[in-house]
């Protein structure tokens, strides 16, 4: 007897619940506004982390002209995928993101119309584990100790740091997911905790590829070329830019392939792989930076995007 009642209850349970799954997701898209009662609004990743990249898609029953956002304070334009009738941007979530529940707000407009249709979508942010390993790694003096002739190239660089690397240029250039610069195997990990010369420093905001020096380094989605020159901490760096805020950085190459300007394809070489700046040895940094936002490479390559 209670055999069988053990084997016939998992059974039984799913089909209530998905029920009332369906009419909760029902009212939670058609409750906010009656303009706006049929519109869907999804993210994916379906689970949001702090620290990284989300991509937003949205159907709406009407036809509309533009479609734009706003979420954790940045603006967002949204794009339109003929083939599956969806609006979509990508978008991100900073690693300083406390864990909580915050309001993607829409507002699609029709040129006929004055008025703009808004729509509101809650989501919530769980908090990303991220590895704890402290490394001890020794670097040379000249990065932890520079002398007042480096600190000025330093300056310099945080300067050309500032100006570039928060740049937002309206027209979307990437198309479809981003792929991996180098095939290699994975070093580091975004987000772990690193230690210099016994002194903590902030967490690996990018993601370390195993490459010995000379590898091909190919562009992870197209763009335009932002930045191809040497910064003291970065050594030979190429930064690119996506579009709608959205940039790659590529550091201590050995070589470039590219110079500023340049208009790249996914998978073009942008340079070749080294040990160039602040580097224990060859390998090649990548990070993702979105509208000022560092954000989790890896899981941007895990994205499916249109
Ligand atoms: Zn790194």
Redesign the pocket.
């Known amino acids: 007897m209670k055999m069988s009642n053990l084997t016939k209850q998992p059974r039984r349970q799913p089909v209530p619940f998905s029920r009332l799954a369906v009419v909760g997701l029902f009212l939670a898209f058609s409750l906010p506004s009656a303009s706006a009662a049929t519109w869907t609004v999804r993210a994916q990743p379906v689970r949001l982390l702090n620290g990284a990249p989300v991509l937003f898609q949205v159907k709406v029953p009407s036809r509309l002209d533009s479609l734009s956002g706003t979420w954790l304070g940045h603006h967002l334009d949204f794009s339109f995928d003929p083939s599956t009738r969806t609006w979509f941007a990508l978008a991100g979530v900073s690693l300083e993101t406390a864990p909580g529940k915050y309001t993607l707000e829409l507002a699609g407009r029709r040129s006929a119309a004055k008025a703009s249709i808004n729509f509101t979508r809650q989501f919530t942010v769980a908090r990303a584990i991220y590895p704890k390993i402290k490394v001890e790694l020794t670097v040379e003096r000249k990065f932890t100790e520079p002398t007042p002739e480096q600190l000025q190239q330093i300056k310099e660089g945080q300067q050309i740091k500032r100006d570039y690397l928060n740049r937002v240029t309206p027209d979307r250039q990437w198309a479809g997911s981003f792929t991996a610069p180098a095939v290699a195997p994975i070093s580091?990990v975004f987000g772990s905790q690193r230690i210099f010369n016994g002194k903590a420093q902030s967490p690996?905001l990018?993601?370390?590829f195993r490459v010995p020096a000379g590898t091909p380094v190919v562009a992870m989605n197209s763009g335009t070329v932002l930045l191809a020159r040497p910064l003291y901490f970065e050594g030979n760096f190429v930064v690119i830019d996506h579009g709608q805020g959205l940039l790659t950085l590529y550091?201590h190459l050995s070589e470039f392939k590219v110079k500023e300007g340049d208009v790249v394809q996914r998978g073009d070489v942008i340079g070749l792989s080294g040990g160039t700046g602040r580097a224990t040895g060859p390998?090649l940094?990548v990070a993702v930076r979105w509208q000022g936002v560092n954000l989790d490479p890896a899981r941007l390559m895990q994205l499916t995007l249109p």
């Open positions: 580091d690996h990018g993601l370390d550091l390998h940094h």
